[in-house]
């Protein structure tokens, strides 16, 4: 079913109406702290506060709810631990649809637990003896299921870039920056789109962590670059080893600049949601406001939309963040 | 400039319209599981993400906002170390109002940061050797000062009336249970005026911790109970001695049931909070979401507005609800 053929801006126009009877209106929030700290009106989009816990939501949703379903009787498959595999199980149980989330065995047990309560078939594989296309294949020898990539689908990403058409909407006047956090890179260009689609002449940045800035490499060199690691950062939800082939393509002249923040610095920016905004936002949902928060005076003047993109984190790593 | 005429449903809705440009309109979310739990349609109104972290905010800006300022030079005073006391002192400082807020000296030093952050002159007093009156007696002799009041005061009273207002018109449809956490019970008092405004037909609850139910207690006997004790529970923004009397004169015949909940059910509420709702709740703030989780088959086929009225917990008690 993946659909590699680019999205335009329409496709987010339409993901938005798709999306407005059955995703959460998501609040945009000031902090007057924030403000002050940064001389800037920052507008926080909290997609933490979406349906299954973060953006991916949307592009889950967008992308199911156009499933032809006697083309593909067994549904869909996602692979992903993450929010994308949560976000695909809470859609299949919405839209009755099988959805498969293939996970290695040795994921976190809540996150298993996590994905067969929203209504997943959990199918788990070996990390070292199975390969994904192997359990692949063993899926679809049972019925044909759709794939459906966190990133690299038209439908994926127009749906990603409807939070952005809600804010906005929400913001009333015009927004001269847009802040997002960047792991495969579909909400980034979800939102780039989307701002095409609404003629806004905003920038467009992205944060990543900083020892898995293949997003800023990439720019930096013209072609997709490899991180060096594909674990031993607190953003979980950020590690993609690579960035996503379509989404690249618009971000490569759509983005203006890629911030970076280390561990420290996010848990610094929990820790300053928990106490300046109540909320609870998870390591990879939190990097934009810890690029803010890292340097605020870089947006002295400005009126900026920051995505605080999920909000699914583990009760220690929480922990870890108010305790520093 | 405490006004002790009882305030009447306008009050509650030209309290909404002064507000209205000023307090966050804070969103009213749904939960899938809630909703599966209970059996029920459960509108949660988040009013920990208000100005100054806390539904009092609104009592605080309806109130100062029609202070005679050549009646009173030197502003106004708040006796609280809590979520009054921070909304007062925010407010002031939004109107150019000198705040006094005043505090014993054994109160936590990141309570008295935060009353001088937000703007407030603190003043200290040992608890021992001094009492309320003297201090208010010192400030007083210095410039003339109002006393805000926590409750007992028509425009407080109505200010915190206008969350439900709000909530009636984010519902869209009629809602027939409202559950709201009870202190001194002007939050309860102001809803249930809401109500009256604007023809709601609901019930209303009031949720309080076990071992302060003074509330419960004194509707019951029907004359104001007090507390045995003044602390003791982890709810420290519901720990009011006794109800307060403009409040209760109200809620003693439009409060149909008052229930209570431990101080482990409202750990474990705060901890719901994190995981399913991604939203920082304060004990005080969870104990009607408490109540709901304590007994869930209680709210069967109802619809029911669910306020959380507060985020200003310490870190150590979040901490200790989510390792719970």
Redesign the interface.
């Known amino acids: 079913m993946t659909d590699l053929t680019a999205p335009n801006p329409d496709d987010v126009l339409d993901a938005a109406r798709v999306l407005q009877p059955v995703a959460?209106r998501?609040?945009l929030?000031?902090s007057?702290t924030l403000d002050r700290l940064t001389g800037a009106e920052i507008l926080l989009k909290c997609e933490?506060?979406q349906?299954s816990?973060a953006f991916k939501f949307r592009g889950a949703y967008n992308r199911l709810s156009r499933l032809d379903r006697s083309e593909f009787p067994g549904g869909v498959v996602a692979y992903s631990t993450g929010n994308h595999g949560q976000a695909v199980a809470t859609v299949g149980r919405m839209l009755d649809i099988r959805a498969t989330i293939v996970m290695p065995s040795d994921a976190p047990a809540n996150k298993i637990d996590k994905a067969r309560e929203n209504g997943g078939e959990v199918v788990l594989y070996e990390r070292g003896r199975q390969s994904r296309e192997d359990i692949a294949a063993e899926i679809a020898a049972r019925m044909p299921v759709a794939v459906v990539p966190p990133g690299d689908d038209r439908f994926v990403i127009a749906g990603q870039g409807s939070a952005f058409v809600e804010a906005a909407g929400q913001a009333s006047g015009e927004v001269d920056l847009v802040v997002v956090p960047c792991g495969g890179g579909g909400l980034a260009a979800g939102t780039g789109l989307a701002m095409e689609a609404l003629g806004s002449r905003a920038e467009l940045w992205a944060a990543e962590p900083e020892d898995f800035d293949d997003t800023r490499r990439s720019l930096a060199s013209g072609r997709r670059e490899v991180n060096e690691r594909l674990s031993g950062s607190v953003c979980d939800a950020l590690l993609a080893p690579t960035p996503a082939e379509l989404p690249f393509s618009f971000n490569r002249r759509k983005l203006s600049s890629v911030l970076t923040v280390s561990d420290e610095e996010v848990l610094r920016a929990i820790?300053f949601a928990?106490?300046e905004?109540?909320?609870?936002?998870e390591p990879g949902g939190a990097v934009a406001l810890a690029a803010l928060l890292k340097r605020p005076e870089a947006l002295r003047g400005r009126r900026a939309v920051v995505l605080l993109s999920g909000?699914?984190v583990e009760?220690e790593v929480?922990?870890k963040a108010?305790?520093g």
Chains 1, 2 share one sequence.
């Open positions: 959460v998501t609040p929030l000031r007057p933490n506060l349906r816990g820790r928990f106490e905004l109540r909320l609870v936002v909000g699914n009760p929480f922990r108010l305790a």
